[in-house]
């Protein structure tokens, strides 16, 4: 504002008779005691004279060049007046008038700064922090460095027992005191033992300082991309931490571990001596001579460079990587020999022409010795109890086993796993004579018994024992399909979650009974839920084989289950859906890895190959009313007196409707009193069961089970060390092998013995689902529809491959075209709510072949 503008009408400043602060004005005639008077000689010249100078300092200042904020703030930092002080300190958040304080040891927040700057360090601040920040942390690791000694060998290595329990809590078997373990030094290793282990291990082991950041990079890249998987721990790190230190994963272990690391990094042989003495190499073998003598009879200076990649391999996890248990086993170790080999040139520990001299052929090693301990059913026992203890437990190896100090409490009772394996050897004496049929050579059975409603695995039976060369646990032996087994899965789906034929008015499947009925003639027609035709392999419309020829028409699924007619529960199958069905499965304990494509058309015959174990836990669906549990082998586990926390009991899940699975029940107790399980008869109590048999007789099953044991045997026919399976046609003189032959035969021997347990008899079933018969069903079911059983069959004994056009199967009623034309003609328009279709023209091919996505032949028999 200008000068003019701010005075007063009396030039002044100030309102007539008053203040120049703006207070009210005296009264007139009565200035207040003190008050200067206006008329005091000298006073307006030295406000006058005071103005005059206000005015010439404004016309100074006005006529100086203005200067620049940053101008202003160095003048303030120089104490350059106090126009300049002024100008600086006047904005907000700038440095205060008057120049700066007194010097400070650490200039923060900094002076001369505005606003959000003055809390940004300066570089010579950072640098400084970065300095003592740096060097505190090297001074700390150089005092933990050298404050942290190389300790005693560690307390655990020494070797101790493990002790097995039965489920009484009675001891069954020990395992650790026997294990072979020699130390031998590095001289009486030969170099070739020594350059494969480094090559497979840690390539840079002799020049590195025990730490491998490549490696580390190297095994994070190959994880990240899918690669083959490898450590990237050094040989002096695993040295370390198996050697000196406990398995806690805590930081202060692998602090320890990185410092005891560099600290013996430079002893090279002593590091490589120590790791070949005390690394785990399987068959009860600790460190490379014990290894040497398991695997090939021979010291370990004699081992030559095939040889040693195969042992190298093993460092890998025996329990994959030994050829001799299990052909993948073989498979993954074949690989890994070539994989070590090459990595012996690509480190320059050997040349192209030392690896050449091994070829092709593995050098296989001798087979297992059995250790007294450990016969018969002993060691499939243990393994399965290991299993299932480092699945619960990832922080358990099998070298950790084998250093011992586990108190394993397991689920195993001896009474019927005596029973059990007394009932093979009664089957295999009585049937089996290898010496004299070619055909009784190579049988293999396993089987197990689960407790419904619990999940204990309370026998089980895994082969002949490793004493007579066998070595793979039959019990849980992946690879056997199941075959018709698997039917009372798909229609407990159907019952549970119902049909996609029949949906009410907001799309939701129909649930049905066991009272629906299906046609069941051999080579029928398969059609999907919308009503066209399945297409085969050989791009026609798909026809199912049943097992024999006959042609009973539509009977209901008890009665379908009871003969185990094949063609009912493949259109059950597609009427239900596969993804459901695989849904249910999963529920009920299968494993996914077990399952065949539910694309197939033959997936409802068992085409999926569970183990026996999982398979009784499945069925044991049934016995509990609908209640799954996982099976587990091992309730309790202590290590030096202190139980483990992992092992509880798994807990009970519903899967099924209690109406639903007593039904199913109900139906396999049909199949067992009345049809391919009538073997079990003998027994005098009820049981209830399924039978199975798979494509030219390659394996045939029996699941069965009472209120309180299910137990599941499988049989097949396998050479050791060939894949693939053998045909049981021909076994113990029979031309065909069925499940109700000999697998019910070992179960009837096996309960015999232990007895319907209680209650005796299963519980009546419940009312549940609606009677949802498949299109093209008479409305009346024909009394004679089964006793023209095959009147389709020509006089060959071949089926018939020109159904008639029509009239349905001999002696039922002509069906009209809405009737049994739906499950027989080649094409058929969708259902409708009631699910009944309109006709097609109808269709002479058969087709007995292959299933869309791979189904295979079709020919999965029925028993």
Sequence with gaps: MSEHRRRSPNGGGQPPGGHGDGRRPYPPGNPPQGAPSRGRPGQDELRADGLRRARATARETAQQPRLTRAEMRRQAQKGGGAAAGTAGGGRRGGPPAGGPPKKRFVDYPRWGRSGFRRWIPSWKQILTLFLVFFGGTVAAVGVAFALTPVPDANKEFDEQNNIYFWADGSEMTRTGGTTSRQVVPLADISRAAQDTTIAAENE??????????????????????????????????????????????????????????????????????????????????????????????????????????????????????????????????????????????????????????????????????????????????????NKYLMAKDPTITDNDLQHGGYKIYTTFEKAKVDALKSAVDGFQKDNLHPDKHDKDKFVQMGAASVVPNDGAIVAIYGGDGIENGHYTNNADAPGIPVGSTFKPFVLATAMQTGVLTKTDDEGHPTRISTDSRYMANNLTEIFKPDGSPVIGDNGQPYRQRNDSTSAPGYVTLKEAMKNSYNVPFVQLNQDVGGKNVEAMVLKMGLRQGSLAPSSTITFPLGTSTPSAIRMASAYSVFAAHGQQTDPYSVRRVSKDGVDLPMFTKPPAKKVLDPAVADNITDVLENVAKNGTGKKTNELGFPVAGKTGTTDSGTSAWWVGYTNSLV??????????????????????????????????????????????????????????GVKVDASGAPSTASPSASASASASASPSGSPSTTPSPTSGPTGSPSPTATESCFLICPTRTPPTKSGKPTASPTDTST?????????GGGALTGQ
């Design 204 to 385: 840079t082991f002799r020049t590195d300082s025990g730490i491998d950041p490549k490696g580390i990079a190297r095994a994070v890249y190959k994880m990240a991309s899918g690669g083959e998987t490898q450590g990237g721990s050094t040989i002096t790190q695993q040295y370390v931490k198996n050697y000196y230190l406990s398995k806690d994963q805590t930081l202060t272990r692998k602090v320890k571990e990185l410092f005891i690391t560099l600290k013996i990094a430079d002893q090279k042989d002593e590091v490589l001596k120590g790791y070949l003495n005390t690394s785990w190499y399987g068959r009860n073998s600790i460190g490379v001579q014990a290894a040497a003598q398991a695997y090939y009879g021979k010291d370990a200076s004699q081992i030559d460079i095939c040889q040693g990649a195969m042992l190298a391999g093993l460092l890998k996890g025996a329990g994959l990587y030994d050829p001799s248990l299990t052909p993948d086993n073989h498979k993954r170790m074949q690989e890994r020999w070539e994989y070590v080999l090459k990595r012996m040139v690509v480190a320059n520990l050997a040349t192209q022409a030392d690896v050449d001299k091994c070829g092709k052929t593995f050098p296989e090693p001798i087979k297992p010795k059995a250790q007294s301990n450990m016969k018969g059913e002993i060691s499939y026992l243990v393994e399965t109890a």
């Design 711 to 768: 137990t599941s045997v499988g049989m097949w026919r396998e050479e050791p060390g060939k894949p693939g399976l053998l045909s049981l046609d021909g076994t113990a003189g029979k031309t065909e092998i069925h499940g109700g032959d000999f697998p019910t035969d070992v179960f009837t021997r096996y309960m015999k013995v232990i007895g319907p347990g209680n209650p005796r008899n299963f519980p009546d079933p419940g009312e549940t």
């Design 847 to 855: 087709q007995g072949g292959g299933g869309a996505g791979g189904g």
